[in-house]
Structures are given as C-alpha cells and as structure tokens.
C-alpha cells in the first residue's frame, strides 16, 4: 500500500465496467474508490411491460463473472431473458445461420438483460463492501503525481491515489489527460433502439436481418414470473439518413416500418418507448495502459454493437485487470509497475483488436452491392451453417470462449 495516496485504486467511471472493476477488487487489501458523475440509476419498475431502452446480450462468460461477484442471483431474480437460439440472415440473398444452444450442450447461448438492472444489482452489492463509492461528481482534472495521479473533482475536493482506472466510457477524458491516443472512425451509422411488443412470440430467439443499410435485430425480452414471449428490444443500426427519416416519423408509423424490414418474421409491431438514436463510433486506445493507470472497458475500445460484444468485451477486461493485480500483490510485486500493467494490456488488447476486426469484416460485407461479395456471403453463410465444426467456433467465440 502506498500510505502517501488517499487511495491505492481509484477507479474513474462508474457504467456496468467500472462498477463490475471495483467489485472484483473489493476484498484485496487495497484501498479502493470509485468516482461516477451520476448518482445510481433506479432500475426501472419491474411490475408491467416498461422495459429500459439499452439492453445488453451478456454471454455465458459474463455470466459467470458475474457470479463469481455474487450478483447473477439478485439480476436473475428481477428479470432477463435467456435465448437459446440465433437467427441472423441476409435481405439480399438465401444466405440465413441459425445457433442452437443445444448444439454445445447448452441451456442458453446468452442473457437479454436491461443494463439499469445490470448496475443496479453491481451498485448494491458494492455499497455491502469497503469501497468508497463518490456518486454525483465528475473527475474535472488530472495532474500526475511522481508516485500515482491527483484528480480534481468537480465539488472541489481532490483525491490522489497509486493507480487510476479510467472505466469513463467511449469519450473518455481520462484517456485524453493521460496523452493515450485512439484509432477512430465513424461507422457512418445510427443505432436506433426502442423497446417493442410483437404479434409473434419471439421464441427465446436472438433474430437479426442483415440490409445493405445495416442490421436490425429482434432480442427477446420477458416479463418477470411471466411466459409472455411477446416483448423485443430492437437495435436497428442504418445509415444517417435513414435514422433521420426513422426517428421523424410517429410510433404507429416507425412500428410498420420495422415490421417491414423485419418482414413481418415476428408479424405486426407495436413500439412501446420513444426511439433514441446513438451514432456508432469504432474507437480502440492505442495504449490500454500509462504509467500508474489502465484502460477498462469502452474507455480502451468502442465497438459495433451488431454482435453485442462491447460490454462483453469490457467484462472480460476488468475481470483480467483484477487478475494481475490481485496475482501481483500475492506475489509481492508493484501492481502498478509498468511490467504487471502490460501483462493486463498483452491478454486483452489482441482480445478485443480480433473482435472489432471480425465485426468491422462483417459490417462491410453485408454493407457491400458487389455481386462477388454477395456470392462469397451467401455462400459463407451456408457453409458455416452446415459445416458443424466452423459453426461450433464461431459460437464458442460469440459466447465469450476463446
Ligand atoms: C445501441 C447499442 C446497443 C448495444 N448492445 C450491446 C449488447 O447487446 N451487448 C454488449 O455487450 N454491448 C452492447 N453495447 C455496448 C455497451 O453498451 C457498452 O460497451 C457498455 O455500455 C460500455 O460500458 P462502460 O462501463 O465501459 O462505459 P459506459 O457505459 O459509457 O460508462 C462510463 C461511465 O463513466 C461515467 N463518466 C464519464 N466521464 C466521467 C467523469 N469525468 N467523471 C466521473 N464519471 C464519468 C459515465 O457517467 C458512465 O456512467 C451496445 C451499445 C449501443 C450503443
């Protein structure tokens, strides 16, 4: 411990990444804050259909992080909805996939789940632990100290410690004040997301339709105690243009036309929350670490959100970083030093560069007119659809499993 610091570990943020971070560290004889600007988000209620808007698909391995954090339990008693297949097919051609969790031997391929409920649970189970929790003030400022960093926070107060965690999101300031640059660029895309009731029931099924302006998904959504398969959240990623024509248009209106594009697989649409639209950013940190500081989360990576892999990704980092502090520790070594901080950066970041990779290679081969392409889609589709073995990787890998 570094007793000049007011803490070992802050850690800047506090989304479903940085909350889950301080978690896993909570009981290391650390130490540890967190700083978040907003105060903690009430879940939504849970009687009747209002669902929040921002749902994440978390996959086995997430899950099982979050059991090792001791919230799955209290997140599975309020509401999610496991699917235990995937369709995804292209508007274009016959090219279609289906995932079954039955193939692997397995009772869901991942969890449809409100990412307010995600906090909620991960906020309350922290208030049970030593971490000292500052809810309603941002991180202002950010001075280097020779041993650690020294935040200034917009009450006024200032806070040092060792090691800074930057888990600040997508437009991380944190990342900016240490002088970590980024790769980025604009996928030249919205994503509209509202919450939907559907004619069909949506059979525990992930659906996903690839257009030549993007994809637009159907995530099956249920109600608590309830078997009602009618609730879908809906992600529908397009260009600029078409956003802008979508969000203009009246909830009766925009409902037809989701169903046309889905084309009518799920029957009549009825849209239940105002339609918020995000523009889609690839963002990736060249560096996930500085001295005395690391990168979780979409803070070190920004991703396309058509597999549901960003928090995912974020998960599996906090969970790594926790890791080799925790090992470093045990072993007597600096935590902070810049050989324990690469060994978080070396197991995440090819991670993460191989998955913004794959979902870039996808974006632009559905997004492609080019009758090759179009073959070459059609044809892959097929042949991962058929071919166990391929398919089989592919969705160990979207579960989270290397
Ligand atoms: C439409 C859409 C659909 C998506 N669907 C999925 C999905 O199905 N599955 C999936 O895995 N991912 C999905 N994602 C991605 C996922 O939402 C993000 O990867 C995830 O929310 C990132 O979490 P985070 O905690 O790293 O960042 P954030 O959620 O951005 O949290 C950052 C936190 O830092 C706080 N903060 C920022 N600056 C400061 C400061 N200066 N001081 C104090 N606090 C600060 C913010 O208030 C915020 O609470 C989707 C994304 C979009 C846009």
Redesign the pocket.
Known sequence: MNTSMDFDIII???????LAQALALADAPLRIAL????PPAPPPPLDGACFDN?????TPASAAFLRELEVWDALAELRLCPYTRMQVWDADGTGAITFDARDLHLDALGYLVE?TLVSAVLAQRLSRTGVVCRFGA???GLERETAGWRLALSDGSSLTCALLIG????A??IRDWAGINTRTWSYEQQ?L?TTVRTALPHRATAWQRFMRTGPLAF?PLQLRGASDQHYCSI?WSCTPELAQELLALSPQDFALRCAQAFEYTLGEVSVLNPVQG?P?WQRHAVDYVAPHLAL????AH?IH?LA???????LADARSLAAVIRRAQAQGRDYTSPQTLSRYQRERKPANLGMMLGMEGFKRLFGSNDLALRWLRNQGLHLADTFAPLKHTLMRRAMGHD
């Open positions: 800047a943020g506090g989304g479903m990444v940085g700083v978040e600007q907003h921002r749902v994440s698909a978390l990412n941002h991180v202002a888990a600040d999101g997508g991380s300031r994503a997301v995530l992600v995000f889609l979780v989360g979409d803070a920004t959100p549901g892999q960003g928090v995912n990704l974020g």
